[in-house]
């Protein structure tokens, strides 16, 4: 829009001109459109931090075929498929974080697990010099 304003090709009034931005009658679903969007850029970088392929259409011919076949899938009007998006990225986002929630209490367990056999292993080593030593006085004061 900035691009055929500043060639002069078209004019642009603010019909809205004393309206606060949240006031306005797209608000809302411009604020649910950046949310879905900050959404798909953390599934995104997840994807890359864990070398997940991502598959972009080809062109857009390939991204409106896909577009069809998912608004028809979903059984979704043009206008309900933003609602269905939305709540599949939601879907979608919550079920990344509690895989990646899941991960790390993995990666801490398996830490701990480590520790213990480091443990085992330099208890393993010490016990046959420990074989004539006295017995302690634990249990007496």
Not at 24 to 44: C, H
């Amino acid at each position: 829009m900035n691009t055929i304003g500043e060639l002069n090709t078209a004019h642009f009034i603010d019909l809205n001109k004393g309206e606060q931005p949240f006031n306005l009658p797209y608000a809302n679903q411009i604020k649910a459109s950046e949310e879905t969007e900050r959404r798909l850029v953390y599934l995104i970088n997840e994807c890359k931090e864990y070398r997940i392929k991502i598959q972009r259409p080809d062109n857009i011919e390939a991204f409106n075929k896909s577009y069809s076949l998912f608004q028809n899938k979903m059984n979704r009007t043009s206008s309900l498929v933003f609602e269905e998006i939305e709540r599949l990225v939601k879907n979608y986002e919550q079920f990344v974080l509690d895989q990646t929630t899941n991960l790390k209490k993995l990666q801490a367990d398996a830490a701990i697990q480590k520790d213990f056999y480091e443990v085992l292993k330099y208890c393993k080593k010490m016990i046959p010099s420990m074989r004539n030593a006295p017995p302690s006085n634990s249990g007496e004061s």
